[in-house]
């Protein structure tokens, strides 16, 4: 009887490198594989023919997870408390999905006794790091395996021979020239003429947004309600978050919001030009941000710009399960504690605007704003705030001037300006 094999995980996306993967992993290494494909949302034609796919191309078994109502209440959620952009543009799209996936993958290796895991990216991107971050922090215990980074394919053509000599389904029709990625929160689209950062995006790059030219010429007004920092109802219909995303990206971009092309800071220190579509995504933060800007205070506020930044580094970076973004997670669930209400966008031709905004617990107080007769705000008062708000920059400024220090509208090395030379220059 012969000995069993050991048994490998393999993230499965169905497409060429992963079919290759399943046959490369079985011949090259000895493994079984188990195939586990997770549903986040993203484009295909069934995850039934993908499972039949994976089974035919030599796994053991393969696991069909729908992660979408998941990732959106655990994942999601915590993306929009942080406004997460990375670079102040990207809203992680890929970065997101990841831990979850490595979730589910660090699962299936405890359910069917694996030591390994394996996935089908490259040695370039992001998402090898993340993937194998996460894994290391969900179990350190793992072997982790990147056929793509191990095989000698240099070029896409000589990878469709070996799998076409190995009995590995490839694929019929043309291939497309971009690689995407997609899921819930977006679309992201990279390589082909899109490497070159002068060329203008093809418009066959989009498939989730109108071009704004094309836009409808009416604009669409939306509102959204909010409980606790997360949106639970539209034009007054109550829905999941789920439900919101999903119907947020057909307005959104039906009315040509949410593109984005950028030159990105990646990770293993490429520059990168990436384009991407987030309709959804887009608005919602924007509608968040709006909220907020009603009702946190100030220094909440402020403080919170910079975490947000963090937060999204540490996600690009791989680094969902790590303390420190744990903990800044606690602080974002802090700030959401009363952040109710409703934000009103306006859609036009790939713009998307916050025009209304309210709120229960609103801090704008229209008595202290306003310059009208009802103005309650107390003039007197600011004249000792003053004061006391410049006391240390005064005291600062009368000291230079007296020393002749470099200060402003005075060249000390020259004498020039309002004072002279004094001791600070000997």
């Given at each position: 009887m012969a000995a069993s094999k050991e048994k490998v995980i393999l993230a499965y996306s169905g497409g060429l490198d992963t079919s290759c993967c399943i046959k490369w992993l079985q011949e090259e290494k000895n493994f079984d594989v188990v195939a586990v494909v997770g549903d986040v949302g993203q484009e295909h034609d069934g995850l039934a023919p993908l499972k039949e796919k994976a089974l035919r191309s030599g796994?053991?078994?393969?696991?069909v997870v729908d992660m979408r109502d998941t990732f959106a209440k655990e994942y999601l959620t915590k993306a929009l408390a942080a406004n997460a952009l990375y670079e102040n543009k990207y809203p992680l799209v890929s970065a997101l999905s990841r831990p979850l996936i490595s979730k589910h993958l660090v699962d299936a290796a405890h359910k069917y006794g694996a030591s390994c895991i394996a996935h089908g990216c490259t040695g370039k991107g992001n998402d090898q790091v993340r993937f194998?971050?996460?894994?290391?922090?969900?179990?350190?215990?793992?072997?982790?395996?990147?056929?793509?980074?191990?095989?000698?394919f240099n070029t896409r053509p000589e990878e469709m021979a070996w799998a076409q000599a190995h009995g590995v389904e490839v694929p019929t029709t043309k291939a497309s020239p971009y690689s995407i990625d997609d899921n819930l929160w977006g679309r992201a689209i990279e390589c082909g003429v899109l490497e070159d950062p002068w060329c203008e995006p093809p418009a066959d790059i989009y498939t989730m947004t109108q071009a704004p030219e094309e836009a409808p010429d009416q604009p669409q007004y939306v509102e959204i309600t909010f409980g606790r920092g997360v949106p639970y109802m539209l034009d007054g219909k109550q829905m999941s978050f789920l439900g919101v995303i999903y119907a947020l990206n057909d307005i959104a971009g039906t009315h040509g919001f949410g593109r984005i092309d950028m030159v990105e800071n990646r990770l293993v220190g490429v520059k990168s030009r990436e384009c991407y579509e987030a309709p959804g995504a887009l608005a919602l933060i924007e509608a968040h941000k709006a909220l907020e800007d009603l009702v946190l205070e100030r220094e909440v506020l402020h403080f919170k710009h910079g975490m947000e930044q963090t937060w999204a580094e540490l996600v690009y970076n791989g680094q969902w399960f790590s303390p420190l973004k744990e903990a800044i997670d606690a602080f974002m669930a802090s700030t959401q504690r009363c952040l109710s209400g409703t934000v009103r966008l306006k859609f036009y031709k790939g713009a998307c605007t916050v025009v209304g905004r309210k709120s229960s617990y609103s801090l704008y107080d229209e008595g202290l704003a306003t310059y009208d007769e009802d103005d309650s705000f107390d003039h007197a008062a600011a004249k000792g705030f003053i004061g006391l708000w410049t006391l240390p920059t005064k005291t600062w400024a009368i000291n230079r001037r007296q020393e002749g220090a470099p200060a402003e509208l005075f060249d000390a090395q020259n004498a020039a300006g309002p004072l002279k030379k004094g001791r600070y220059e000997n």
């Open positions: 796994a053991v078994d393969c696991v194998e971050a996460s894994i290391a922090m969900l179990d350190p215990s793992l072997e982790i395996l990147a056929p793509v980074r191990e095989w000698d």
